[in-house]
């Protein structure tokens, strides 16, 4: 059979466009590969972002269970890992501190006292406790605390900043000492 065309012009043409084909397939394959690895990266720093905000309340939450930020703001937890008012975390339960949370000497932001009209003395021990009998005011006052705490994921530099606030029920003798002014 003899065949119209030359196969010598069309050897070349063919070569040319399965080249360009490859090479649009690798560019697929690269660019698809590069955004798979930044989507992960994105989704491991909100993880380690999580893990420290999660750490942070954790330390929050365990500073606020014990009255001692009344007493000492200074050092808020029985047992710190470095310094006072810092706690570590081991996430991965490798043995090593993964994520470690500074805690700011919480501060008393206000304080305000409560009127014997206000206490439920029937049903609150710790109310009755507080009832003054001739005076406008009892002997007990409602104070808030402020608590700032800062996680940082000391593997990936993943830092977190946590304010939370907290009423407590406080005595007016405690006030001076507990809440200055």
């Known amino acids: ?44 720093n909100l993880e380690s972002r999580d893990m420290a905000r999660s750490a942070a309340l954790s330390a929050i939450e365990e500073a606020v269970s014990s009255a001692r930020f009344t007493t000492s703001p200074e050092a808020i937890f029985s ?15 490798d ?5 470690t949370v ?7 932001v206000n304080v305000t006292p409560i009127p014997n009209s206000q206490l439920d003395v029937f049903n609150s021990p710790a109310q009755a406790s507080c009832f003054l009998p001739p005076a406008i005011y009892s002997m ?26 907290v009423s407590v ?3 007016l003798n405690a006030i001076d ?4 002014t």
């Open 140 to 165: 007990c006052a409602n104070s808030v605390w402020e608590f700032t705490a800062t996680a940082t994921d000391d593997s990936t530099g993943a830092e977190v900043a946590v304010r939370q606030g």
């Open 169 to 171: 029920l406080t005595t």
């Open 177 to 180: 000492t507990a809440c200055p």
């Open 79 to 93: 047992v710190s890992c470095e310094q006072d008012n810092q706690k570590c975390y081991d996430v991965n339960g």
């Open 95 to 99: 043995g090593i501190d993964d994520i």
């Open 102 to 108: 500074q805690v700011a000497p919480p501060r008393c």
């Open 1 to 44: 059979m003899n065949y119209p065309h030359n196969q010598a012009t069309q050897g070349g043409f063919v070569l040319v466009i399965a080249l360009i084909m490859l090479l649009a397939v690798t560019l697929l394959v690269v660019t698809g590969s590069n955004l798979a690895q930044s989507n992960l990266k994105v989704v491991q």
